[in-house]
């Protein structure tokens, strides 16, 4: 009960100082997330040198029930992107991200499959800009496309399989919104000297050949520990994270290593539909105009 002599507007002080308790304690608690800050690797001169930084991996992928073995191609490189068109600038001017371009080819007895995924980050919050996925086989082909309008998700997709076609929806982005095919570039940013667990609002794995959703479920980051691996590059020390997420291509967790070193480079990886990459070369190189190194 309120003595009567208490004066109003302390009432309101203390209600409001109670509430700014409340909320500072509550930001105190909120998990890492990986548009932090970006951390030195981001910000590093070696990536405004006019090249990508190319890197190989020995991969597998689970198709008609068995891994395929392959390479896969992951390039990184910095653009301007024109905001009204979503694609690369003409001009000076434009936001700048980073391009995130995975290439696959997967034999198979009959055909071949082909896995492009192309994420664009912001260099400057390390926030999504856009995702584009496409798969191609013989039979057919099947492609994926997000686009971050301000707070808004724009998801658009088409499959060629039977009951499947065109799907749209547009719906407000999560505060901690995140795309798995952009982990194996944006976990780069993980506070690894201060290890936390993050929270994630996580949109699937895009790499499949069917309509795949295009909501995002909750997924969290933890450290698992630092581990000495080798690789066809070589011995590495690295930094290994776990993923938890909703079942997604026949798994609930991706494992992701990370270089110990200040560009933290993806060194191996294991994730849905049984793929796995472990790092054989690293280079870089102007792929656009230049022969392969």
Known sequence: MTRPNTPRYILVL???????TAIAAATS????QPTD??????????WYGGKAEWALYDATRVIYGQPRAYEATIFTNKQKMDPSSTTKASGRGGVEVFKH???EVAPTENYDYRFITTSFVRTDTLAPYKLVAST????GATYHRFVMDGNTVDAREYSYFPNEGEATSSYSAPRNLAFHDMLTLTLRNYPFDDPKTMSLDLIKDQSDTHAVSQKPNDARVEYIGAERLTVPYGEIDTHHLRVTHARDGGTTSSDYWFADDHRH?????EGPYGVTYRLKRLEWWAYWGEPRP
């Open 14 to 20: 203390v209600a409001l100082c109670l509430g700014l």
């Open 29 to 32: 608690q909120r998990a890492a």
């Open 37 to 46: 800050a970006p951390r030195a690797w981001a910000t590093d001169s070696d």
């Open 101 to 103: 371009n995975v290439s």
């Open 136 to 139: 191609q086989e013989d039979c």
């Open 265 to 269: 480079v993806l060194v191996q990886y």
